[in-house]
């Protein structure tokens, strides 16, 4: 008999374990800002990611654990004991140690973000001249440092050894929040390293790219029976181009701990890109990385839906030839799941007082990963009823949600030609120095009038969301307030874009001519200030409201302010303001 239970007991562990490695990861993060104070969210605990039907949870504090250990088996000089270096070291291992506790007492894996290189200042003052280039940038193609890298590896699972696994990042680089760690990409980015060759655009880093996956899935997949998530985040090379994929990982056996984590765009989290052509190549499994909170399109202070465009397809995508969405890859045996960012990316603000728009994201994106069978229409409408709303509320709140793609895309990007969807980012407007090239070609090929009025139709848009914001009288009363509270902000900004957009194409257009349009600009620019005092009042009366824009460049070079008061929408309004002051 007891044989008999015994045997029993092992087909039903197989049972389970063969369940578990078909269901699909669902993991989010919040993605902190680097060199500010963590962010506030309930998407911090693991107790909220469960109850939303997350399996996993990746920390991103850019303290990561690699940054908690003392690599003390190479060598007990880089962080001695009664050091400050070790009192920090500590200090964060102990606050990591907590979150694994707590993540996994809420019965979700524990994953955590790591940027590849970080090491320590005085670990890499030692061993300089064994793994340093002549410009002093640590060089990953080194013996030593790849050694390094091992004893890097196994000392974070000996000072974590309930950790799950770990996310990998080569693309960027994040110090801000490491005191005693200095570090750079593994892979070379000066121009002299890049160039074309008849297949595909490369940075040479295919070879280092091989390397390290191979050194991660042997230190951890393979010995310690870990996960490893790669990203292969980068600009315009493994990560967008299928060739360059391919490269890298056709000649990386599969491992079932070895994942790629690849963005569903073709680029960063922009409208009017591609699907993102490397999701379903080659042979390892693929986790679809989405934005939430997306820094490009408000940050949440004003109405954002996503999820639709992600699952089913941004209207800009719908004539391209499949897959253009999630439903479309779902299918897929190389899908392995997602990962939301719920809150995060980017650099300051706007800053939020309200999750909302983040939280119909994630929770629509949780929901369809779990049940892939349901419709997008079917979660958010459970989503609305769940929040309250009732009756006809619930397909205005999906009609509002839906018209928010609409507007965002017709008011900062654009669907009649493509333009530097960079222009505007984070908190920060910019003006003729992003857009001159894009200006040059509307003028030139005679689209002046026709980008305007793409512009005030997303104005028009965003009335109608306002409108339906004011009619919706069911539903959480702080819910039913942020709704129109971030609609109101929505409109107001959008508008803002709409006269920063006539005054610099018209403004151009005198540029080239000679003859300048002095009656619509100033007509422009009046509307323009006026909606800017209107704006910067109703961020400071409205309590749940968030913070406000900046007419100027974003300049990643300029931190804390990370602008340019030399560039943006304003200095660019300014100038054609001084010029048709001297044409009356």
Same mark, same amino acid.
């Given at each position: 008999?007891?044989?008999?239970?015994?045997?029993?007991?092992?087909?039903?562990?197989?049972?389970?374990?063969?369940?578990?490695?078909?269901?699909?990861?669902?993991?989010?993060?919040?993605?902190?800002?680097?060199?500010?104070?963590?962010?506030?969210?309930?998407?911090?605990?693991?107790?909220?990611?469960?109850?939303?039907?997350?399996?996993?949870?990746?920390?991103?504090?850019?303290?990561?654990?690699?940054?908690?250990?003392?690599?003390?088996?190479?060598?007990?000089?880089?962080?001695?004991?009664?050091?400050?270096?070790?009192?920090?070291?500590?200090?964060?291992?102990?606050?990591?140690?907590?979150?694994?506790?707590?993540?996994?007492?809420?019965?979700?894996?524990?994953?955590?973000?790591?940027?590849?290189?970080?090491?320590?200042?005085?670990?890499?003052?030692?061993?300089?001249?064994?793994?340093?280039?002549?410009?002093?940038?640590?060089?990953?193609?080194?013996?030593?440092?790849?050694?390094?890298?091992?004893?890097?590896?196994?000392?974070?699972?000996?000072?974590?050894?309930?950790?799950? *696994?770990?996310?990998?990042? @080569?693309? =960027?680089?994040?110090? #801000?929040?490491?005191?005693?760690?200095? $570090?750079?990409? +593994?892979?070379?980015?000066?121009?002299?390293?890049?160039?074309?060759?008849?297949?595909?655009?490369?940075?040479?880093?295919?070879?280092?790219?091989?390397?390290?996956?191979?050194?991660?899935?042997?230190?951890?997949?393979?010995?310690?029976?870990?996960?490893?998530?790669?990203?292969?985040?980068?600009?315009?090379?493994?990560?967008?181009?299928?060739?360059?994929?391919?490269?890298?990982?056709?000649?990386?056996?599969?491992?079932?701990?070895?994942?790629?984590?690849?963005?569903?765009?073709?680029?960063?989290?922009?409208?009017?890109?591609?699907?993102?052509?490397?999701?379903?190549? *080659?042979?390892?499994?693929? @986790?679809? =990385?989405?934005?939430? #909170?997306?820094?490009?399109?408000?940050? $949440?202070?004003? +109405?954002?839906?996503?999820?639709?465009?992600?699952?089913?397809?941004?209207?800009?995508?719908?004539?391209?030839?499949?897959?253009?969405?999630?439903?479309?890859?779902?299918?897929?045996?190389?899908?392995?799941?997602?990962?939301?960012?719920?809150?995060?990316?980017?650099?300051?603000?706007?800053?939020?007082?309200?999750?909302?728009?983040?939280?119909?994201?994630?929770?629509?994106?949780?929901?369809?990963?779990?049940?892939?069978?349901?419709?997008?229409?079917?979660?958010?409408?459970?989503?609305?009823?769940?929040?309250?709303?009732?009756?006809?509320?619930?397909?205005?709140?999906?009609?509002?949600?839906?018209?928010?793609?609409?507007?965002?895309?017709?008011?900062?990007?654009?669907?009649?030609?493509?333009?530097?969807?960079?222009?505007?980012?984070?908190?920060?407007?910019?003006?003729?120095?992003?857009?001159?090239?894009?200006?040059?070609?509307?003028?030139?090929?005679?689209?002046?009038?026709?980008?305007?009025?793409?512009?005030?139709?997303?104005?028009?848009?965003?009335?109608?969301?306002?409108?339906?914001?004011?009619?919706?009288?069911?539903?959480?009363?702080?819910?039913?307030?942020?709704?129109?509270?971030?609609?109101?902000?929505?409109?107001?900004?959008?508008?803002?874009?709409?006269?920063?957009?006539?005054?610099?194409?018209?403004?151009?257009?005198?540029?080239?001519?000679?003859?300048?349009?002095?009656?619509?600009?100033?007509?422009?620019?009046?509307?323009?200030?006026?909606?800017?005092?209107?704006?910067?009042?109703?961020?400071?009366?409205?309590?749940?409201?968030?913070?406000?824009?900046?007419?100027?460049?974003?300049?990643?070079?300029?931190?804390?302010?990370?602008?340019?008061?030399?560039?943006?929408?304003?200095?660019?309004?300014?100038?054609?303001?001084?010029?048709?002051?001297?044409?009356?």
């Amino acid at each position: 008999m007891k044989r008999v239970l015994f045997l029993l007991y092992g087909l039903s562990c197989l049972f389970w374990h063969s369940l578990s490695a078909q269901l699909p990861i669902v993991m989010d993060m919040v993605h902190h800002n680097p060199g500010e104070a963590f962010t506030e969210s309930k998407f911090n605990d693991p107790n909220t990611l469960a109850q939303y039907g997350f399996n996993a949870q990746v920390v991103n504090e850019f303290q990561s654990v690699h940054t908690a250990i003392t690599y003390d088996s190479l060598n007990e000089c880089i962080c001695p004991v009664g050091s400050k270096e070790r009192l920090w070291v500590d200090s964060i291992a102990n606050r990591i140690q907590l979150r694994i506790e707590a993540i996994h007492k809420a019965g979700l894996e524990a994953y955590y973000f790591t940027d590849i290189i970080v090491l320590p200042k005085r670990l890499v003052e030692i061993y300089r001249e064994e793994i340093c280039d002549a410009s002093g940038r640590v060089d990953f193609t080194r013996e030593k440092t790849q050694e390094i890298h091992r004893i890097m590896l196994r000392e974070i699972f000996k000072r974590f050894p309930t950790l799950d *696994g770990l996310v990998i990042r @080569v693309g =960027e680089t994040y110090l #801000q929040n490491t005191p005693y760690h200095t $570090g750079n990409g +593994p892979i070379p980015r000066d121009e002299k390293s890049w160039e074309h060759n008849s297949l595909y655009k490369t940075d040479g880093g295919e070879e280092i790219h091989r390397c390290l996956i191979n050194l991660l899935r042997e230190e951890v997949c393979i010995r310690l029976n870990k996960k490893v998530f790669y990203r292969t985040w980068d600009f315009g090379y493994f990560h967008v181009n299928p060739q360059y994929y391919l490269s890298v990982t056709e000649s990386i056996e599969p491992h079932p701990n070895l994942y790629m984590c690849i963005k569903h765009v073709q680029g960063d989290y922009h409208r009017t890109f591609k699907f993102n052509p490397t999701l379903g190549i *080659g042979r390892h499994k693929q @986790v679809v =990385e989405v934005e939430c #909170q997306r820094e490009y399109e408000g940050k $949440g202070a004003y +109405p954002n839906y996503i999820a639709d465009g992600v699952l089913n397809g941004f209207e800009e995508l719908k004539s391209d030839s499949h897959p253009y969405c999630l439903n479309h890859f779902k299918q897929n045996p190389l899908f392995a799941g997602i990962w939301t960012w719920s809150r995060g990316g980017g650099w300051r603000g706007p800053y939020i007082k309200n999750e909302l728009w983040c939280d119909v994201n994630v929770a629509v994106l949780a929901e369809w990963a779990n049940n892939m069978s349901l419709t997008e229409k079917e979660i958010i409408d459970k989503y609305a009823t769940n929040n309250g709303f009732e009756g006809a509320d619930v397909e205005r709140f999906h009609q509002l949600a839906l018209l928010s793609a609409d507007a965002i895309v017709r008011g900062r990007a654009s669907l009649i030609m493509p333009v530097n969807v960079w222009w505007t980012r984070d908190q920060f407007i910019g003006g003729l120095k992003e857009l001159k090239k894009n200006l040059e070609m509307i003028v030139t090929s005679g689209l002046t009038d026709k980008m305007i009025a793409e512009k005030q139709e997303s104005t028009n848009l965003w009335k109608k969301i306002v409108l339906l914001a004011n009619q919706i009288q069911t539903g959480h009363p702080e819910m039913r307030h942020y709704l129109r509270t971030s609609a109101e902000y929505g409109l107001l900004l959008y508008s803002i874009y709409e006269q920063g957009w006539i005054i610099m194409l018209k403004g151009y257009e005198g540029d080239k001519s000679g003859i300048y349009d002095v009656g619509t600009i100033e007509k422009a620019i009046a509307q323009y200030d006026l909606l800017w005092e209107k704006y910067n009042s109703f961020v400071k009366t409205h309590a749940d409201c968030a913070t406000a824009y900046e007419p100027y460049s974003f300049d990643f070079n300029n931190p804390p302010q990370y602008h340019n008061l030399q560039e943006g929408l304003k200095p660019s309004v300014d100038r054609y303001r001084n010029i048709v002051k001297t044409k009356k």
